[in-house]
């Protein structure tokens, strides 16, 4: 190639300058146009993408699984697109995705919203068999025939109780039990994060997850929202595309500085020849 090359700039110096300044202008003209069709290809590709992504968020559903400290994640597709392209779209949400539209034009009374998330949760104990020895405690208190359930003194950080149960003992016939919640708690610590999903074809994608510390505690549904910008080749891109960030910001300058070089020499050849 590189001989190739040399004998074609031979047989032009042989030929006269103005030739060679022709081919050198038809080759930037050349470089010229699969520039602007090769940027025109990619804001189509990346349009194209967005749309993939947004259809794929709102068909998607919430998936879970079990993180490496054995917590429950819950994680479902973000939609990346404007808040104007949803109300357009409004028609196909989902009442959840209706309903963070919604709470985000509430509060986004200037563009000021970067990412959002509407977290649906509920808490539900399959069945409970408190007694004494089994991490609690069942105390009987005379002469108001209560009992007393609880594990306080226990060492479970995901549900604790405290229960009364009342005219348990002695049984009075015309009296019926009763059962007296006197505190039940969840303690829970959730952790939530937007991530790039590893998927390269689909433009990587932006996933929500929300974790529970408490086995207790599901995630029944997740909608997020980003705005499109949020790009992982441009806000965390990998060597390759930090070099085609460079040239895609740089692109027209680099250009106009070769132009500008070329025509230089192109025009001192000329005159010192």
Known sequence: M??????????????NN????????????MATII?????????????????VNLNNALNDTVSHYKNKRDE?????????????????????????????VD??????????????????????VD???????DNGTVVTVYPDSTVNINNLASKDTTFLYDINVNKVLPAIPNIKPTLLFKSLEFP????????????????????FSATN???????????????????????????????????????KNLLYVGIGAVGGATAYYIITK
């Open 2 to 15: 590189k001989n190739l090359l040399k004998q074609l700039w031979n047989f032009l110096k042989q030929k």
């Open 72 to 100: 429950w994640v819950a994680e479902k597709l973000t939609m990346q697109t404007t808040i104007k392209n949803l109300e357009k779209n409004y028609d196909k949400l989902s009442a959840s995705q209706k309903e963070l």
């Open 18 to 29: 103005l030739l060679i300044a022709i081919v050198i202008l038809l080759l930037l003209s």
């Open 35 to 51: 520039y602007f069709q090769r940027k025109k290809i990619g804001n189509l590709n990346n349009q194209y993408q967005t749309e």
């Open 188 to 207: 829970n610590t959730q952790f939530v994060e937007f991530h790039w999903k590893n998927d390269k074809k689909k433009g990587y994608p932006i996933s």
């Open 127 to 133: 069945s409970l068999l408190a007694r004494d020895g």
């Open 103 to 124: 709470r985000i034009k509430e509060i986004d009374k200037k563009n000021t919203v970067i990412t959002a998330a509407l977290i649906k949760m509920s808490v539900k």
């Open 213 to 251: 510390t408490n086995k207790y505690f599901r995630t029944v549904n997740i909608d997020s929202y980003a705005i499109p910008a949020l790009s992982k080749e441009k806000l965390n891109p990998n060597g390759w595309q930090k070099v085609g960030n460079f040239f895609i910001r740089n692109g």
